[in-house]
Nanobody
């Protein structure tokens, strides 16, 4: 079975940092795309950052240089380092994956086949 499990969420003050991790088991692909998404209360889910197996990265426009996505192939983990957090970053954060078959990693949610249960980030 494919499993994605997020961890690292919590409550921080504005300006603080959090490091989210997503542990993946039961799935791998040459053209795997991993993504971090978030959903704030009353809002639609949006993409935050995506990365493929070759390390090609895309960030959502609102990220600027505050967030960094990375992957650890040895542990099959994808990390989202979030710095300078703002109250508007408060949301449930999800990781997800799909096989892009050589294409560019997308922010479209319907492309992603597997999702984790999410981890809550609260910034006050």
């Amino acid at each position: 079975d494919v499993q994605l499990v997020e961890s690292g969420g919590g409550s921080v003050q504005a300006g603080g940092s959090l490091r989210l991790s997503c542990a993946v088991s039961g799935y791998d692909a040459l053209y795997l795309c991993m993504g971090w998404f978030r959903q704030a209360p009353g809002k639609e889910r949006e993409g935050v950052a995506v990365i493929n197996r070759r390390g090609t990265i895309r960030y959502a426009d609102f990220v600027t240089d505050r967030f960094t996505i990375s992957q650890d192939d040895a542990s099959n983990t994808v990390v989202l380092q979030m710095n300078s957090l703002k109250p508007e970053d408060t949301a449930m954060y999800y990781c997800a994956l799909y096989d892009a078959y050589g294409g560019r990693c997308s922010f479209r949610e319907d492309f992603y086949d597997y999702w984790g249960p999410g981890t809550q980030v609260t910034v006050s």
